[in-house]
């Protein structure tokens, strides 16, 4: 079946750049998510891109989308500790019947 | 963005009761509700989707008889946990799909922490 798969856990320093990698199976889904979640929190739709794209950039927020290597990233710049939460990414599948496929989520953790 | 909300947030009961849990969407319809399961540490894992004025359609190895789904209105879901045990204990998230041209987006609720003592 279809996979998301991300790293567990990300430490970076307060003001760095975060940058949260994932890689996924399926070729055909139209667009991919980011979702993050705080402690405790359901899931909030972070920002999405469009498979046509490779860079789309909202504010701090850059992901990019390598469609050759199934690979999309996101990079938070100038991390706060308000970042901190867990963060997944997602694959909506090709139609509105397919099922959204998580990654395990990656959580992010601000050092001082 | 849409909101989607979860009832309660969080609830104790004692093993052997039953638990229900609501999921409405406050500015929209949604004809599509998803219900997730997380466990500590984890991913979500879908347990059923829930459509409006039919049956649940529930993943494999998910027990329809003891998570009961009623999709009554275009903004209510719920989730009835039956003959709740420990090992029941999870955090509960309910989504509703909002389906727009060009993108398909789940909004999720809050999610409501379910303990069986």
């Known amino acids: 079946g279809e996979d998301v798969e991300q790293s567990l856990f990300l430490s970076v320093r307060e003001g760095d750049s975060s940058v949260i990698n994932c890689t996924y199976t399926?070729?055909?889904?139209?667009?991919l998510y980011w979702y993050k979640q705080e402690p405790g929190a359901g899931l909030q739709l972070l920002t999405y891109?469009?498979?046509?794209?490779d860079m789309k950039q909202d504010q701090r927020l850059t992901v990019l989308l390598n469609k050759k290597d199934k690979h999309l990233s996101l990079r938070i710049a100038d991390t706060q500790t308000g970042d901190s939460a867990i963060y997944f990414c997602a694959d909506p599948g090709y139609s509105s019947a397919s099922k959204i496929i998580f990654g395990s989520g990656t959580r992010l953790s601000i050092r001082p | 963005g849409a909101v989607v909300s979860q009832h309660p947030s969080r609830v104790i009961c004692k093993s052997g009761t039953s638990v229900k849990i609501e999921c409405r969407s406050l500015d929209f319809q949604a004809t599509t509700m998803f219900w997730y399961r997380q466990f500590p540490k984890q991913s979500l894992m879908l347990m059923a989707t829930?459509?409006?004025?039919?049956?649940?359609?529930?993943e494999q190895g998910v027990e329809k008889d003891k998570f009961l789904i009623n999709h009554a209105s275009l903004t209510l879901s719920t989730l009835t946990v039956t003959s709740a045990h420990p090992e029941d204990s999870s955090f509960y998230i309910c989504s509703a799909r909002v389906g727009r041209v060009g993108t398909d987006t789940q909004y999720f609720g809050p999610g409501t922490r379910l303990t069986v003592l």
């Open positions: 399926d070729s055909s889904s139209t667009y």
């Open positions: 829930s459509n409006e004025g039919s049956k649940a359609t529930y």
């Open positions: 891109i469009f498979s046509n794209m």
